[in-house]
């Protein structure tokens, strides 16, 4: 497709339960990028792909946080065990390549909320 | 480590008045540098990008932004602010290195006032 898409929009679920979030990179593009808002103004980088491979880590909590992206398949994102602090808008990127001139595209985000 | 810093992080201008949202980036060489829009409850959208060249940058909805080199800015602006521009406005700068995570300065919420 010609947008990055994101699902669900809105996700709420209980603490301690798991969480999962998918990305549909736009068509053609190789690389793509997780980061989390949580306040209106802060993102924080979690994770980057090329293709089905891991590219950048160094932002992902290591103990709950994991994500993949398979062929054929949309991307996701998965909390286990889920904490008030996850609380945040996720929001998922894809560019055409990894070199910096080459700007992200963003979805509109899933706000996930933990009661 | 590339970073950016945003002055301001409320700015309310008059509806047809001139914006000026700045942004100064720390870097030794000059990088790549982007603006984005976040309008509410949306995902980010590119404004315009400086890569190389032209160091004036025309974006999408009137907006433009300068490289100055000598004053380590990116600032954005538009001669005239419509209602719809009322947003949040994120300047930005790719990792270091080539492959880009990107930072991303704290924002500015621009209010737009009849």
């Known amino acids: 497709g010609e947008e990055v898409a994101q699902t669900p929009k809105h996700l709420v679920r209980g603490e301690g339960q798991k969480a999962k979030l998918y990305c549909a990179p736009i068509?053609?593009?190789?690389?793509v990028f997780w980061y989390q808002q949580v306040l209106k103004n802060e993102f924080k980088f979690l994770i980057s792909f090329q293709n089905e491979n891991v590219f950048d880590e160094t932002g992902m909590p290591k103990e709950r946080f994991s994500a993949k992206c398979l062929p054929n398949s949309p991307c996701s994102l998965e909390i286990q065990a889920t904490k008030l602090e996850d609380s945040a808008v996720y929001f998922c990127?894809?560019?055409?390549?990894?070199?910096?001139?080459?700007?992200?595209?963003f979805g509109d985000g899933t706000r996930l909320s933990i009661l | 480590a590339q970073s950016v810093t945003q002055l301001g992080s409320h700015v309310s201008v008059s509806e047809g008045a001139l914006v000026l949202l700045r942004c100064n980036y720390s870097?030794?060489?000059?990088?790549?540098l982007f603006w984005y829009v976040q309008y509410p409850n949306q995902g980010l959208q590119l404004l315009l990008k400086y890569t190389t060249g032209a160091t004036l940058v025309k974006g999408i909805n009137g907006f433009e932004a300068e490289f100055k080199k000598s004053e380590t800015s990116f600032h954005l602006t538009k001669p005239s602010a419509h209602m719809s521009d009322a947003a949040e406005y994120f300047c930005a700068v790719p990792n270091s290195g080539g492959y880009q995570k990107v930072t991303f300065g704290t924002g500015t919420k621009l209010q737009v006032i009849p």
């Open positions: 068509k053609g593009h190789s690389y």
């Open positions: 990127a894809s560019s055409h390549g990894a070199e910096g001139n080459q700007p992200q595209h």
């Open positions: 870097s030794s060489v000059p990088p790549y």
